[in-house]
């Protein structure tokens, strides 16, 4: 299967990339949409905006791959030269596209409210030979160029614009030009097991795998996706088999597993709410409502979340979830008691059926001898019974706050699954 | 200069690169610290998994650059083939680092608890031909190789655990092995105007520049960054040339410029609220808390924000925020009318100077026609006056919020500016 592949390279043009301002989240993006028709990304490369090594990449990239998508290095300011070195490379002379201009001249109109400036509308010139990809969320437009049989795709960096262009254009236009192997994948996401842990448990099944059948771990932040993807000619049959071996693998991981689909921990938790009818809300101190913020990130929330309260300093403890004083000054701010009472109280004022309550130390500075940063309290209020538990983290702050925060929302999921499956 | 400078490439090694599942974070935070130290990354790649892609990235940037980083493909699980490859490039035996050995024993025993795999253990392997780089936060060690006056340096790509071996061990060890120029970075953050603009605005300035200092433009999320870098022998004589020119721009755009450093907005916020010695909370509707995490995600943040309400459900805002039932009946949750009220009754609530409320529709569902997708309000409570301002924001549901937050925290920012400088 190999050898027929059809493979692509990703060139990120641009200094922003190779001076570590910009973190390239595009190229992840371009390789899950070209993966799901199967297109496999064999590299990615990132150069800077001097116009040797964006040739070089080109011709070199050429070598190795059928399709190069560019990206970046299209932008207003003065420092972009992609256009005229995608314009000499491929031969052409610059014009202007006409519906690039209305393009520009509309946003422009109808967004931007500011008189045009020269760069502006220099934006709607391009080679002459390219096929241009119109830009429905921008003023740059893409350009689609073919030499020797390869495929060059030029597309502006702003991911919003790049990913329209592709969606829209890019690769509904792909699978006319290449023959595509039919590829099936599967994925589940764990929680609370390590990488080599989930290996070892599992190493039989790997083994046990035929070659057109891969089995990927990827770790993210205290979670392990497992996904299985299998390659063949035919899509039914190919189904059929990736499906035994998945269900064999669900077994396997049965109690360390979230969702046994290529979903978030926070979009399981919104399903298996919406599922039974029940809200949640919260009360977070050392997470300062980054749990709400991960609930509110899913289109249709609303329906089964209700608010927060983000009682960062101990008055909101006190004066709006009703924390005893007491409870404060004896046990702490960190402490088993102070998170039952907040779980308890916001649930109350949020009128939810479950409440999620932490309290903790991410750091750097705030910890003691007796709770050192990383220390956490997190508490789970539900429809029969409120647990506390306690656990450590040992990251930089932002890493604390995500990992806590999975923890958290782990902690209410198996709330949710033991009170009513 | 460019003919003398010192470069590295940056290899990511791994198939989760390439399938997409694994953003990127690494490269840009290596380039950034090779980048304060005078070393300019050339070219990042990202291979899959592969012996000969591998193999052949290596070869490549050995040619291009005097530094190769490589990060990745070191993990417990059975697809990593970098160690053995690495290995046989460089002409080596594995054999048990002790130390590395130790680490790994000490790791299990300390924060693991489970009973080591053989796997673990394999991991305190190295090739006898490099230098071993013990990893302070993990079990896979990093390796340090030498091989035709080129350096080559194998780290985790477990973030935290590379950016750890990186400062610790690879940063400080470079400056003996090279003559680097020195580098100076001045920066500054904008907000609320377009690249364009800015670049239009600045042209004159940004053409009088010697060649040895250049302008980037680093737009993000609505923001633009401006990053003056110059590179020279000596570096009293390049500061003072640099901070010349950089007092010359803060002048040009002193009506957008949100701080005169490299720092984030919600910093600049922190660094005004702990300047004023003035507290501030939030109410926040669609933003879902997104707001009170920005703020909360800063050190120290506990010195001057209180709290904040998520108030998604109406119910909240009524209950809790007080909100009047006649006025979300009859304006709606997303207007003047109700931000105002949240604002000042989240501001009474949590008892600060300030406060933020929000109130919009991030999408995809809830839009009408009088109220579409992108339809939001933004209130701050200050000290004497509350105002509110409509805006609209046109990407996906993410992209909202954050488009939102940096509006709101911006509006926040002029408040306090307006009532206390």
Redesign the interface.
Known sequence: MNNDRVNASIITIG???????????N???????L?KMGI?????????DVWD?IWNALDEESRQSEIILITGGL?????DITKPLLNEYFGGKMIVNEEALHNVITIFEK??K?PM?D??LKQAEVPDVCTVIQNKRGTAPGMWFEKKSKIFISMPGVP?EMKGMMTDDVLPRLPALFSLPAVVHRTLLTAGI????L??RI?DL?TSLPAHIKL?????AGMV?L?L?ATGLNVAEITNEIDTFFTLLQNQVKDVMVINEDKTLEEAVGILLAKYKKKVS?A?SC???????L???I????AY?????????N??KE??LNVDTGTLSNCGAVSEETVLQMATSVKQ???TDYAIAISGIM????GTEEKPVGTVWIAVAGLSETIAQKFHT??????N?EVTAIHALNMLRQSILKENE
């Not at 200094?15 to 973190?23: P, R, V």
């Not at 990927?216 to 993210?220: F, G, K, R, S, V």
């Not at 997470?287 to 913020?293: D, E, N, P, R």
């Open positions: 200094d922003e990339l190779l001076i570590g301002q910009t973190i390239d989240t190229s992840a993006w371009i390789a899950q949409e993966n496999w990304v064999k590299r990615r490369v990132a150069v800077g090594e932008g207003p300011t003065a420092d967004y931007i500011r400036l760069v502006n919003n390590g990488e080599s842990y290996a070892e190493k790997e990927a771990y990827l770790p993210n996706r996904r993807t919260t977070e997470t300062g409502g980054y749990v709400a913020h609930l509110t990130s289109p249709g929330s609303s979340f209700n608010g927060a309260v983000v009682s960062y300093d008055s909101v004066n709006v004022l949020m009128q750091g750097p500075g705030g040992r990251y930089g702050r932002m890493r706050i």
